[in-house]
Nanobody
Framework: QVQLVESGGGLVQAGDSLRLSCAAS????????MGWFRQAPGKEREFVAS????????RHLDSVKGRFMISRDNAKNTVYLQMNSLKPEDTAVYYC????????????WGQGTQVTVSS
């Protein structure tokens, strides 16, 4: 089991920055891919970014490239999502998730943290 706890959400204005954190516990993460997803009201949950823990390889949703960056801190077992130049359309509940290297399915999810961007 992997337990995930997100933090760092809040209400900001367009153009501001936020950094989300996801603290992981329960297992060593060297065999996992960590991801950030988001779900806006009335919309399906969408992939935002991921990082392969062992290699540091990252992927980002096209619409957030250049604005968002996923990273990890090995010592703290924590994944971050740095979000810059926030837009109202970034408003959503953001979820941290984890999946094994050999699967495409994210099995572990955090409780989510609300990000609201006002115009």
């Amino acid at each position: 089991q992997v337990q995930l706890v997100e933090s760092g959400g809040g209400l900001v204005q367009a153009g501001d920055s936020l950094r989300l954190s996801c603290a992981a516990s329960g297992r060593t993460l060297s065999n996992y891919v960590m991801g950030w997803f988001r779900q806006a009201p009335g919309k399906e949950r969408e992939f935002v970014a991921s990082i392969t823990w062992s290699s540091g390889t990252t992927r980002h949703l096209d619409s957030v490239k250049g604005r968002f960056m996923i990273s990890r801190d090995n010592a703290k077992n924590t994944v971050y999502l740095q979000m810059n130049s926030l837009k109202p359309e970034d408003t959503a509940v953001y979820y941290c998730a984890a999946r094994g290297l050999m699967t495409n399915k994210y099995d572990y999810w955090g409780q989510g943290t609300q990000v609201t961007v006002s115009s």
